[in-house]
């Protein structure tokens, strides 16, 4: 038997473990991320004959594939990484998200579209020329956080003394990296690690920094939404969406 279990995997991989575990399935907790879901992403880079100065290194595409209900980011990695900072063009990473619908579709025609969204908010782009890029398809590996599915996700700790929880969709971790799904999957790595340190009594824990205080006009927002929650909690409304 083992001394201590971290499960560091997705919500996919975990539903197929608590299925095929009759230890796993005899656990509320266990039992409840069955509820949870995920959704299909597709990564792409693209490797351009000329630098194009983009307006902001980090973006946010939105209602650009309405018939495939799918959102996406792109980033200019010359802004952004060593790597690439002296690279003779432009070398942009764009991630689709909820896109089930995209997953069919050919490399080619996902670069395509691609150029042609980031050329819609950078004019620059439009004749600038792919010379290399990558697709690559995810189904289900992203965590969908739905409205309503926070009480399904599980602690680090659970029912199971030696059994600890790490990734993005775990709960109950006092840390700013909250929305951020790598960097939180990483954030409960190191802190699942400790959780183990502390229940064997031997190795060294690891040195968890949180992110940077949050800006004023960010801090007001969320005492609000605070407030907003508390209120509803005292009279008993109760909605997902808070």
Known sequence: PADAVVFAIGIGGMQKLVGASPVLG??????????????????TRLWFDKKVNTRFPANVLSGFEPSANA??????????????????????TAD???????????DEAIVAR???HIAACEPGFKDAEVQDSIVLRFPKA???FAP??????PFQTTSIPNVFMAGDWVKGVPHGANGLSQERAYVTGLTAANLVIDRLGVGSKARVLDTE?????????????RQVRSTADALGIKSPLL
């Not at 959102?71 to 942009?92: C, I, K, M, W």
């Not at 689709?96 to 050919?106: C, D």
């Not at 205080?213 to 939404?225: F, N, R």
């Open 26 to 43: 005899a656990a509320p907790e266990f039992r409840a991320i069955m509820n949870l879901r995920s959704i299909d992403v597709i990564a």
């Open 71 to 92: 959102g996406a980011t792109f980033f200019h990695l010359n802004d952004l990484q060593d790597e690439y900072r002296d690279a003779p063009g432009s070398v942009v």
């Open 96 to 106: 689709f998200y909820n896109a089930a619908a995209l997953l069919p579709l050919s």
């Open 114 to 116: 691609v150029k042609s």
């Open 142 to 144: 992203v965590t969908h």
């Open 148 to 153: 309503g599915s926070y009480p399904y996700r």
């Open 213 to 225: 205080p949050d800006e004023p006009h960010v801090q007001l927002a969320k005492e609000a939404v």
